[in-house]
């Protein structure tokens, strides 16, 4: 009897396999916030553009979407910034250099940064910032193209402020660093309010104005609404719904934001693509279980 022909195993997709990683260098930045610069054991890591998110494992325990922080022409390692907030996170912030972990990816919509021209605002609440690095790293290697840039950094206390290490380095890159916190403090003499109501009051030219926004989720809503409500085009408004990705690759359904789902569509998408969903407030117990483990 003649035996059929097997079928040849379809081809796997490399960046779906996970590939074990080797911590350099662990940086504590802000309380229960560390910064992992890891390397693959087994060669160079992939290229990848700012807003991506690897999807980051403790062994033995499980994995979560994180965004590569490092900035994009470095190519001997990714950052990934870490905020201590469940089982996974927990075992991932407290590797030092030597340990190891794996990673796979990187999947994802990026920032769309083919932005000529215009003024860039980039709006960042707390951990927010993470996922905006890269791309503010971007904007000031390419600082002649566009007319400004300017960064909002928002964070409940000064002790909370990501990167505050790194803000004058930005500056002298030509991005104009703009820092508030939620309430007055002793000694503090910035700006005090949340970031939407920092948006109100920029001098800003809403028509040529494209915007980069990553914080909470009511955060990106008031102050997406907030550069509306100024004439900003809700299309020139991209945020990062990073939070929402659970399996990084579409397929748990786990992410739906209403007609998207973030693994495969995003995680950065147009305001007028999540305008309705995001309005929509999640029940409390729901959003616990959703709390965002990253």
Known sequence: MISAPATAPAAVDP???????RVVEAVPEIPDVVTLRVVPVDGPPPAFLPAQIGMVGAFGIGEAAISISSAPDVTDHHDYTIRRAGAITGALTVLGPGDELWVRGPFGR????DLDGPDVL????????????SAVASLGARRDRFAAVTLVVGA?????LLYAGQYDGWRQAGVEVVTTIDRPEPGWAGRVGFVPSVVEDLDLDPARTAALVCGPDVMMRLAADALVARGVPPDRIQLT??????????LCGHCQLGGLLVCRDGPVARYPDVARALAVEEP???????AHET
Do not use: K
């Open 122 to 133: 980039v709006l960042a609440g707390g951990i927010g910032l993470a996922p905006l690095r």
């Open 110 to 113: 990026p920032w769309d940064l």
């Open 284 to 290: 409390v117990s729901y959003t616990h279980l959703r």
């Open 241 to 250: 719904l990073e939070r929402n990705m659970q399996c990084g690759n579409g």
């Open 156 to 160: 409940r206390r000064p002790a909370d």
């Open 15 to 21: 960046l779906l396999i996970p590939r074990v990683h």
